[in-house]
């Protein structure tokens, strides 16, 4: 009996011939492409079961690749799975349009993939063909769903410290932390995102500021103005954040907010520039969120601004510092924004970290 074959397109080496051992163990010829082109190739030519694809690759991307394989006849209906460190919702919309019919999230579980790998199979019927019998199968699934529960349990934990390291970094933000996560939930919601996408950003928006433990106390306190020099210390907080962030092991839509919610629609912001829908949706609702709650909320150099004029301001940077679509649904929802704010006042007594997650 002829085995079923997989075509894996990966850049990295590494990373190609160990989903090429995953997937022969499952009983797959194993084709393997260094980019887009080459697996272009190799497709017309052969016609594998299901081909893996890198989403970021020189030469021919692994979207645009998949968008060419959904117009070749012979590859028309093949499954595709994509592997990207991107698991944005506007990515995974842009793939899925374009053809893909699976995920799976760099760095790469070896678990997963199997399981992955296996269920394509088996949606495509190929089950037969497959060379892993029903008890490996199942065992590979209970170990991927108590890795899965494992990470899960160590990644609530980090976040709780590093939110806790944040707070205590940070004497000005109080309660801030909690507001801008209930705030970015609401927003994330109204917006009309699906559940998983609202809980993470609801999840990791705690995390927007982590990186100032990296700005000395003198210039994070300071009461006065920054000078410039003194600002581009604090602009640095976006990139430690989100190194601390990567070398979490957090997902790349925890990266995305501190690295980016002070990024402006207008291109105007930091670290890098980023305009328009290019700022991961993510940061652009924490910026949203995080700025309102600034305005509303005293600081060491500021008094409380009144609900009106921060109406006024947000309304006013709509389109040049935040998404115009994001500040019509925050005026939208600005009694509710309120409410939370009050619900969460500073003249409260401080949440704990258990207390704050429920």
């Known amino acids: 009996?002829?085995?079923?074959?997989?075509?894996?397109?990966?850049?990295?080496?590494?990373?190609?011939?160990?989903?090429?051992?995953?997937?022969?163990?499952?009983?797959?010829?194993?084709?393997?492409?260094?980019?887009?082109?080459?697996?272009?190739?190799?497709?017309?030519?052969?016609?594998?079961?299901?081909?893996?694809?890198?989403?970021?690759?020189?030469?021919?991307?692994?979207?645009?690749?998949?968008?060419?394989?959904?117009?070749?006849?012979?590859?028309?209906?093949?499954?595709?799975?994509?592997v990207t460190a991107d698991e944005s919702r506007a990515t995974k919309l842009r793939l899925l349009e374009a053809g893909a019919d699976d995920f799976l999230a760099k760095p790469v579980d070896r678990d997963e993939f199997q399981a992955r790998l296996i269920a394509q199979g088996r949606r495509s019927e190929l089950a037969v063909n497959l060379k892993v019998v029903t008890g490996q199968r199942d065992d590979a699934m209970k170990a991927l769903e108590a890795r899965t529960a494992e990470l899960e349990r160590l990644t609530f934990g980090l976040i709780e410290a590093l939110e806790q390291?944040?707070?205590?970094?940070?004497?000005?933000?109080?309660?801030?932390?909690?507001?801008?996560?209930?705030?970015?939930?609401?927003?994330?919601?109204?917006?009309?995102?699906?559940?998983?996408?609202?809980?993470?950003?609801?999840?990791?928006?705690?995390?927007?500021?982590?990186?100032?433990?990296?700005?000395?106390?003198?210039?994070?306190?300071?009461?006065?103005?920054?000078?410039?020099?003194?600002?581009?210390?604090?602009?640095?907080?976006?990139?430690?954040?989100?190194?601390?962030?990567?070398?979490?092991?957090?997902?790349?839509?925890?990266?995305?907010?501190?690295?980016c919610h002070h990024e402006k629609w207008n291109g105007q912001g930091y670290p890098r520039g980023l305009a328009g829908e290019n700022i991961p949706l993510e940061a652009r609702i924490v910026a949203v969120a995080d700025v309102y709650d600034a305005l509303r909320a005293k600081r060491c150099y500021k008094d409380a601004f009144t609900a009106e004029k921060t109406r006024s301001i947000l309304l006013n940077d709509s389109g040049s510092h935040f998404d115009p679509r994001l500040i019509e649904l925050a005026m939208e929802n600005f009694d509710e924004m309120e409410a939370i704010l009050a619900t969460y006042s500073d003249e409260e007594t401080k949440l704990d970290v258990d207390e704050a997650w429920g």
Do not use: W
């Open 165 to 259: 390291a944040n707070t205590m970094n940070d004497t000005d933000t109080g309660n801030h932390i909690r507001r801008v996560s209930e705030y970015s939930k609401m927003l994330a919601a109204k917006a009309g995102c699906d559940e998983e996408f609202v809980e993470t950003v609801y999840r990791y928006a705690s995390l927007h500021d982590v990186g100032k433990v990296g700005i000395p106390d003198a210039i994070l306190k300071k009461p006065g103005k920054l000078t410039h020099d003194e600002f581009e210390q604090i602009k640095a907080h976006t990139l430690i954040g989100a190194e601390i962030i990567r070398s979490a092991g957090l997902p790349q839509t925890a990266i995305n907010i501190p690295l």
């Open 1 to 82: 009996m002829t085995r079923p074959t997989v075509l894996i397109a990966d850049d990295d080496e590494q990373v190609r011939k160990a989903l090429g051992r995953v997937a022969r163990r499952c009983g797959f010829e194993v084709l393997l492409a260094e980019d887009g082109v080459e697996a272009l190739a190799i497709c017309r030519t052969e016609v594998p079961d299901i081909i893996v694809t890198d989403l970021h690759m020189p030469r021919l991307g692994g979207a645009r690749l998949v968008a060419m394989l959904r117009k070749m006849e012979h590859t028309s209906n093949q499954p595709i799975m994509v």
